[in-house]
């Protein structure tokens, strides 16, 4: 089945550590986005990749980063994470066809930081 | 701008009863609406979407919603609730758009269906 796989599911890092979350699609979707939900709360789109092009939220922090190298691959890093950024972190995409396409969602990375 | 309400952060209905989970949305434009449902360390799995059409959805798992225009709801419903139904439901809309770079979520209901 095409999908939306996200590695690792449960990632912990050190206060202030680099860590990287990676996603990777099957569904050939051009669009692909990076949530952060905290507390089962609405997820927070933190940025979005339009084929190559980088759309970043407004009140998204620059230690968020994000890299895109192919179709079918998206990765998130957090440059210094604090304790404030332990969350679930959501890949999505989403593709520009004909019709309306619902977003696609993986299981998510919870990142806890100790 | 865009936004959506979920009146109810909680409902509880026991098993076999239908269910009701409220949404209430605002935008400028036509309405693209989705249900969402999350289950405990997943993420968000597709359950519904309005685009135009008939004002009653069905979608997965027995869910259906009905959108009314002049109320601007889009509210999920079943007709016989399961204990396995018991989740974190989302509503969410976007605008015309290109794509979903547009889509806002309602904060969340939490279904409890009681054995």
């Known amino acids: 089945d095409a999908m939306v796989i996200q590695n690792p599911r449960y990632q912990v890092t050190q206060f202030g550590k680099p860590v990287t979350l990676s996603c990777s699609q099957t569904?050939?979707?051009?669009?692909m986005y990076w949530y952060q939900q905290k507390s089962s709360q609405a997820p927070k789109l933190l940025f979005h990749?339009?084929?190559?092009?980088?759309?970043n939220e407004a009140d998204t922090p620059d230690n968020f980063q994000s890299r895109r190298p192919n179709t079918s691959f998206c990765f998130l890093d957090i440059r210094s994470p604090g304790l404030g950024d332990a969350a679930m972190y959501l890949c999505?995409?989403?593709?520009?066809?004909?019709?309306?396409?619902?977003?696609?969602f993986g299981n998510g990375t919870r990142l806890t930081v100790t | 701008a865009q936004s959506v309400a979920q009146p109810e952060d909680q409902v509880n209905v026991a098993e076999g009863n239908p269910l009701t989970v409220k949404c209430t949305y605002s935008v400028s434009g036509n309405p693209y609406l989705f249900w969402y449902v999350q289950y405990p360390n997943r993420g968000l799995q597709f359950l519904l979407k309005?685009?135009?059409?008939?004002?009653l959805v069905k979608g997965s798992y027995g869910f259906e919603a009905e959108f009314n225009k002049s109320q601007t709801s889009f509210h999920l419903k079943k007709p016989s609730a399961l204990v396995s139904d018991s989740a974190l439901y989302f509503c969410?809309?976007?605008?015309?758009?290109?794509?979903?770079?547009?889509?806002?979520f309602g904060p969340g209901t939490r279904l409890s269906v009681l054995p």
């Open positions: 969410a809309v976007r605008d015309g758009g290109d794509y979903g770079q547009n889509f806002v």
């Open positions: 309005y685009i135009t059409g008939d004002n």
């Open positions: 569904l050939n979707h051009n669009v």
């Open positions: 990749y339009y084929d190559k092009d980088f759309n």
């Open positions: 999505a995409t989403s593709g520009t066809g004909t019709g309306v396409s619902p977003l696609h």
